[in-house]
């Protein structure tokens, strides 16, 4: 009986682990929106409450790594639970950077909003958008060890560079047309870059998963 509780126990401090993932996760997601959101709106306050909601991301953190490691001390995992818990300290510092990188792009955001915009912005919310949807379905590949998700992620991080090439591209025609809007289109290459690097994040996460199912390291695999 005393044993059974003791599963119990230990499924729940797994499960409140998953949960704390996905939570954090969600917060990075809501992140690269607004940041997105307040380039495209030439909202600055959107852009600094961003900034600052991103000592919430450093909090989970935190607190994910503390009760993965009392997990690895109390209970010492084996197997698959020793690669689930040990590939969540790493997806979190992914997170965290991830967080990092939507602070950045605010940055840069507010810097823009004090200047006439250069052009429509309609390829940045895409792959805005698109990163975004990586970081989820990474994360949900990694709850539901989903190795197909996983997959499939690693797989999208193709569009994501290409998408970006496309971007940079645009911007330094503009910057050869038209000297007076190289800082403007610098800065909205920054941004570019930054979400191309979530994406880059987003696949670490994914590889990791497909590490935890089947226990085969894919990183530094080409994907057609």
Avoid: W
Avoid at 36 to 62: C, F, G, M, P, Y
Avoid at 68 to 90: G, H, N, S, Y
Avoid at 175 to 204: F, G, Q, V, W
Avoid at 205 to 216: C, L, R, S, T, Y
Wanted: hydrophobic letters at 40%; charged letters at 30%.
């Amino acid at each position: 009986m005393e044993r059974e509780h003791i599963i119990k126990q230990y499924d729940a401090e797994l499960n409140e682990i998953r949960t704390l993932l996905l939570e954090m996760g969600g917060k990075v997601e809501a992140m690269i929106s607004n940041s997105i959101k307040s380039l495209v709106d030439r909202d600055s306050q959107l852009a600094e409450r961003t900034i600052l909601s991103d000592h919430e991301i450093n909090h989970l953190e935190v607190v994910i790594d503390e009760k993965c490691l009392e997990v690895l001390a109390r209970r010492q995992p084996a197997a698959r639970d020793l690669r689930f818990i040990t590939l969540a300290l790493k997806i979190v510092t992914d997170l965290e950077r991830i967080g990092d990188q939507c602070g950045s792009i605010c940055s840069r955001v507010k810097e823009l909003n004090e200047e006439p915009p250069l052009k429509p912005y309609i390829d940045l919310p895409r792959l805005a958008e698109f990163t975004s949807r990586m970081v989820q379905e990474s994360l949900d590949a990694f709850v539901r060890g989903d190795e197909q998700l996983a997959i499939r992620v690693c797989e999208n991080d193709q569009f994501v560079d290409d998408l970006n090439v496309q971007i940079q591209r645009e911007l330094l025609t503009f910057m050869m047309e038209d000297p007076s809007s190289i800082s403007r289109a610098l800065r909205l290459n920054y941004i570019s870059k930054y979400l191309e690097r979530i994406a880059d994040h987003a696949t670490n996460v994914a590889e990791m998963v497909i590490f935890m199912v089947k226990g085969k390291d894919i990183r530094h695999t080409t994907f057609s």
